[in-house]
């Protein structure tokens, strides 16, 4: 068995010639979008493989990946459906028809990941400090799934409010061997640590007796942070940096639309109780939506300036325009489907125009604004100033000073997280 990841490796012809399977892994929006462009080549390199497309993107996308030529699509608790498959072409040879199910919730005896065909650790997102000293990350899960069912969500339509739990010994014995390569931080990928608040603090705790210098980050819903909160000073001493969390919006009848069961008022209390316990928050947004008006939107910027989270928001964040996938929850709210286009199948989604057209010109200068700061690697505070002035431009109002604390630098991961991105030209570079 060989592996390769297309965000960091090119399509090697040596390893796909003679391939009897070939299985892609698309645990988010980016990773679907390179598997979309990769197929062509890959069945060109593979011709006999059968190809099968696995993670929580796969079934919201089947018909288009079926469309495409692959015979097997999977999502959910996966790994039972795999090793099925593999075991069918080992005695059978090209199967016809998929006999496995395209989602599984069922509970899967896991095993410790096996990472040695992946590139060097050092070569994927580092942990950035507040003084610029970078540490090298590694990643584990202690729980897949979530038992929330906000409308947005791509978890939803695979895991339907459900969640299972990565036994803590095999969450540790991966720490483990990322920490023997180089690792003295981990992200923790589990859609809401505190979805079993007992085994988080399991883990928080196992990780900081085994290796007391190691820090994490971990990602928590406003509600959760809210009802244990009591858990906060203890996730600190443990070594949790920094809590990334999904507030979506300051406008109560936005956070009610996308079902996000906190309202704007609990953002501010979230922020108070972090900074209490003395963890960075990162909140992350869906900036742009149809609900979105000019004047909600300089909201939002006010909001962030009055909390002091100007360093705390990666300005992509700031930028990030609603994607309504295949399956989204979000299509069953009464009347969403006809404010929509046809499904794209470039974009993976169902465009959508905003009624405001001053509103989707608005996102589109951002978007640019925020990609070329990127490359000139500006400081969030300058290019949170350049979007507040372009705001108010664009709702052809005075543009304030900006005055006040804006917020102290927080530590951070290299690469800002946002299931929506698009994959950069060095990851399209690949193939
Ligand atoms: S947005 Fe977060 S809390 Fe809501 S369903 Fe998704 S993972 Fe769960």
Known sequence: ????????????????????????????????????????????????????VYGLYAPMNEELLRGLGVGTVLGGEVEPALLCLCRRLRTNGKPAIQSEPVISLGK???????????????????????????????????????????????????????????????????????????????????????????????????????????????????????????LLPELRRSGCLFITSAVEAVDDNILLLLDKSHTSRDFDRAVALTREAGIALAPTFVAFSPWTTLKGYIALLERLLELQLVESVPPVQLAIRLLVPAGSYLLQLPGFREKLMAFDSGLLGYPWVHADPRVDRLQRELQALVARSEKENLPRREVFAAIWRTAHEAAECPVPELAGHLGSPIPRLSEPWYCCAEPTEQQLQSF
């Open 1 to 52: 068995m060989r592996c390769l990841d297309l965000s960091l490796e090119k399509l090697d012809p040596g390893i796909l010639e003679g391939a009897g399977l070939v299985a892609l892994y698309v645990g988010m929006h980016t990773a679907t979008r390179i598997a979309v462009q990769a197929l062509p080549r890959i069945k060109q390199l593979a011709p006999k493989a059968h190809i099968c």
């Open 108 to 230: 899967v005896p896991f095993e410790v990941p096996d990472r040695s065909g992946l590139p060097k650790l050092s070569r994927y997102a580092h942990l950035v400090l507040p003084d610029g000293l970078t540490r090298v990350s590694g990643f584990a899960e202690g729980s897949r799934g979530c038992k929330h069912l906000c409308r947005h969500c791509p978890v939803v339509p695979v895991y339907q409010g459900k969640f299972r739990i990565v036994p803590a010994e095999v969450v540790m014995e991966d720490i483990r061997q990322q920490v023997r390569e180089g690792a003295s931080h981990i992200s923790f990928g589990d859609p809401d640590f505190f979805n079993g608040p007992t085994h988080g603090m399991r883990l928080a705790r196992a990780l900081h007796e085994a290796f007391p210098e190691v820090t994490f980050d971990v990602t928590i819903k406003i509600q959760h942070l809210i009802d244990h909160a009591e």
